[in-house]
């Protein structure tokens, strides 16, 4: 059973566009964080949110935490090819515990 | 380097071989995570170290998965008579906590992988 549930699965798009990747689930988390994933690595972590509600920004990346703790979405504005990649969100139930992940979005941003 | 390393990065083996794959987490992290990662999937979680603490090994997939962390830095995960379906990219994490004012989580940093490949 998965836990996170991401949409879209895959998303191709051209330089200068818009999107927004979701993460849902059923359970609440304590915290949910967002990693990138380039092939060949490891994920590399973007963002924590812990706070229900809660909106972080990393340039053109806007993250948002469900008010329910329950959901997350990542926003990218005017997207570039460097943002290509595979992005997982991943929960974790209880503090000190390890994290559920989803199974990711792979977006291609093509010049 | 400061990051998490992992050996090897590649390893093709039998059907029915054993293998054993290293994880040396970043120094100072208690935690340490195993992670088995295939195609098309998301990380499935395999094993958690924290500490001196008997490890959450609720992951693993049968017994011919185990893990040990010794002294509590280095990490083994060994897969015992290997199948074609353990075929996978073996992912190593270690994290710190974070006591923040919102409440603690723990921040993860993943190292490289092992890909493993059994013929």
């Known amino acids: 059973t998965q836990l996170l549930e991401q949409s879209p699965q895959f998303l191709s798009i051209q330089e200068g566009e818009n999107l927004t990747v979701y993460c849902n689930s059923s359970s609440v988390f304590s915290s949910l964080q967002w990693y990138r994933q380039e092939p060949g690595e490891g994920p590399v972590l973007l963002v924590t949110?812990?706070?229900?509600?809660e909106v972080k920004k990393l340039k053109r990346l806007t993250f948002q935490f469900g008010d329910a703790r329950k959901d997350s979405s990542l926003h990218i504005t005017a997207a570039q090819p460097g943002d290509t990649g595979l992005y997982l969100c991943a929960g974790a139930v209880a503090s000190g515990y390890a994290l559920n992940f989803g199974k990711g979005t792979s977006l291609l941003v093509t010049p | 380097g400061a990051g998490v390393s992992q050996s090897p990065s590649n390893k093709v083996t039998e059907k029915g071989k054993d293998v054993e794959l290293r994880c040396d987490p970043i120094s100072g992290h208690t935690a340490l995570y195993w992670y088995r990662q295939s195609l098309g999937q998301g990380l499935e979680f395999l094993i958690y170290?924290?500490?001196?603490?008997?490890?959450?090994k609720s992951g693993l997939p049968s017994d011919r998965f185990s893990a040990e962390r010794t002294g509590g830095s280095v990490s083994t995960l060994t897969i015992q008579r290997t199948q074609q379906e353990d075929s996978a990219v073996y992912l190593c994490?270690?994290?710190?906590?974070?006591?923040?004012?919102?409440?603690?989580?723990?921040?993860?940093?993943f190292g490289p992988g092992t890909r493993l490949t059994v013929l």
């Open positions: 170290f924290q500490g001196n603490s008997a490890p959450d």
């Open positions: 994490a270690s994290s710190l906590r974070i006591r923040g004012s919102r409440g603690s989580y723990n921040e993860q940093f």
């Open positions: 949110v812990v706070t229900g509600g």
